[in-house]
């Protein structure tokens, strides 16, 4: 038998954001070792994410036994750079050719850590997104939540991370920095960007782990859709985000999964992100970004050699908006461009209706063909 299981973040593990990451990784490894997955032992987590994911108190317990049965393998990030594979499932494929693994019988592969980041682990979104969806009040709440967009309207998420989060005592304080709360004038006068230049076309949703006293004045400049009456939400207002037009993140590995399991464009503060000689980056002064072959350093060298070629183009789905709060004008076309694209009266499959014009060229081409009107 052979099992992977993720290995939880220290003593009484992380919040959901970090959790997330071993729990991915074990089931990429899961996937090439043929191993049986396991959850993280939530029952460890002082957050309570058993209530969420339904698994039992002493799930730590029994993965403490196993571990103590079969033999471990410590899959570690020192291995990982070993094998130079990017993605987490082709390190693991290439370690276990290396260690030959596929002639041992039972073990336990211990998937951990939030190293590789996103970028390691993207074939693991839609497992991510599975198991997220099937989360206890996960379904109920997210219907509950987007039943409440008005027609028309784009739905941005916006993510105001406090609890546990630090207050950054200067403005250079933010940069290269987690775990720190943004200002929230920094969301009243980014949101109020967007909400000028889209005007009514958009309605807001606050996602945060603050009270409603502490963030009344984004909900009385906004009037937003809110969470706060809904139970159980570490999951469903992640999927809130994922399931968003576009996101106003906060510094937090939360709103980093919810851009990551979106395909929708994203806000970040530009304060926080590294400097590159002109280029920001959220990772840049990791040392394994700093290497020659390091995903930053090649995004750099493949960014440079568009720019000399003449092929320049705006920002990504990853948008920087400094202190002043003003969001580039391409991110509010975007963002309005895709809600024109989902208009119902052109969606064919919601009865909706586009024009259509054959030309003597196209009706000749399907005679051609054998194509014969009824």
Same mark, same amino acid.
């Given at each position: 038998?052979?099992?992977?299981? &993720?290995?939880? %973040?220290?003593?009484?593990? #992380?919040?959901?954001?970090?959790?997330?990451?071993?729990? $991915?990784?074990?089931?990429?490894?899961?996937?090439? %070792?043929?191993?049986?997955?396991?959850?993280?032992?939530?029952?460890?987590?002082?957050?309570?994410?058993?209530? !969420?994911?339904?698994?039992?108190?002493?799930?730590?317990?029994?993965?403490?036994?196993?571990?103590?049965?079969? =033999?471990?393998?410590?899959? !570690?990030?020192?291995?990982?750079?070993?094998?130079?594979?990017?993605?987490?499932?082709?390190?693991?494929?290439?370690?276990?050719?290396?260690?030959?693994?596929?002639?041992?019988?039972?073990?336990?592969?211990? $998937?951990?850590?939030?190293?590789?980041?996103?970028? #390691?682990?993207?074939?693991?979104? &839609?497992?991510?997104?599975?198991?997220?969806?099937?989360?206890?009040?996960?379904?109920?709440?997210?219907? #509950?939540?987007?039943?409440?967009?008005?027609?028309?309207?784009?739905?941005? *998420?916006?993510? @105001?991370?406090?609890?546990?989060?630090?207050?950054?005592? #200067?403005?250079?304080?933010?940069?290269?920095?987690?775990?720190?709360?943004?200002?929230?004038?920094?969301?009243? *006068?980014?949101?109020?960007?967007?909400?000028?230049?889209?005007?009514?076309? @958009?309605?807001?949703?606050?996602?945060? !782990?603050?009270?409603?006293?502490?963030?009344? =004045?984004?909900?009385?400049?906004?009037? =937003?859709?809110?969470?706060?009456?809904?139970?159980?939400?570490?999951?469903?207002? %992640?999927?809130?985000? *994922?399931?968003?037009?576009?996101?106003?993140?906060?510094?937090?590995?939360?709103?980093?999964?919810?851009?990551?399991?979106?395909?929708?464009?994203? @806000?970040?503060?530009?304060?926080?992100?590294?400097?590159?000689?002109?280029?920001?980056?959220?990772?840049? !002064?990791?040392?394994?970004?700093?290497?020659?072959?390091?995903?930053?350093?090649?995004?750099?060298?493949?960014?440079?050699?568009?720019?000399?070629?003449?092929?320049?183009?705006?920002?990504?789905? /990853?948008?920087?908006?400094?202190?002043? /709060?003003?969001?580039?004008?391409?991110?509010?076309?975007?963002?309005? $461009?895709?809600?024109?694209?989902?208009?119902?009266?052109?969606?064919?499959?919601?009865?909706?209706?586009?024009?259509?014009?054959?030309?003597?060229?196209?009706?000749?081409?399907?005679?051609?063909?054998?194509?014969?009107? &009824?």
């Amino acid at each position: 038998m052979r099992i992977c299981i &993720p290995q939880i %973040l220290g003593h009484r593990g #992380a919040g959901l954001g970090n959790e997330l990451f071993p729990w $991915a990784k074990a089931f990429l490894a899961g996937q090439v %070792l043929g191993a049986h997955v396991m959850h993280p032992a939530w029952g460890l987590n002082k957050r309570r994410y058993h209530r !969420d994911f339904g698994t039992g108190r002493l799930d730590w317990i029994q993965q403490g036994l196993i571990k103590s049965v079969l =033999p471990v393998i410590h899959f !570690d990030e020192a291995a990982y750079r070993a094998t130079g594979k990017a993605a987490y499932g082709e390190a693991v494929a290439q370690f276990m050719a290396s260690e030959e693994l596929d002639r041992r019988g039972g073990f336990v592969f211990l $998937a951990s850590g939030m190293w590789g980041g996103f970028h #390691a682990i993207q074939q693991a979104r &839609p497992f991510v997104l599975a198991e997220l969806l099937k989360a206890r009040q996960a379904v109920a709440n997210l219907h #509950a939540t987007l039943a409440r967009v008005r027609p028309g309207r784009a739905l941005v *998420a916006v993510h @105001i991370r406090r609890g546990d989060f630090l207050n950054a005592d #200067a403005v250079g304080a933010y940069r290269g920095r987690f775990n720190v709360a943004l200002p929230l004038a920094w969301y009243l *006068a980014t949101c109020s960007a967007l909400k000028r230049d889209c005007g009514n076309r @958009i309605d807001f949703l606050l996602i945060t !782990d603050a009270s409603e006293g502490e963030v009344q =004045p984004f909900i009385d400049a906004f009037h =937003p859709l809110t969470t706060f009456h809904l139970r159980q939400t570490a999951c469903s207002d %992640l999927l809130s985000m *994922a399931f968003a037009d576009a996101l106003v993140c906060s510094v937090s590995s939360y709103s980093m999964w919810g851009a990551f399991l979106s395909r929708s464009p994203y @806000i970040w503060c530009a304060a926080n992100l590294q400097d590159h000689e002109g280029y920001g980056s959220l990772w840049g !002064d990791e040392p394994a970004q700093q290497a020659p072959m390091g995903p930053t350093a090649i995004n750099m060298w493949r960014s440079r050699t568009r720019a000399r070629h003449g092929h320049v183009s705006s920002s990504g789905r /990853g948008t920087p908006v400094d202190w002043s /709060g003003e969001v580039p004008a391409a991110f509010t076309e975007s963002l309005l $461009a895709r809600l024109d694209e989902r208009a119902e009266e052109r969606d064919l499959i919601l009865y909706g209706v586009v024009p259509v014009e054959e030309t003597a060229a196209s009706a000749a081409s399907g005679t051609a063909l054998g194509c014969h009107p &009824p």
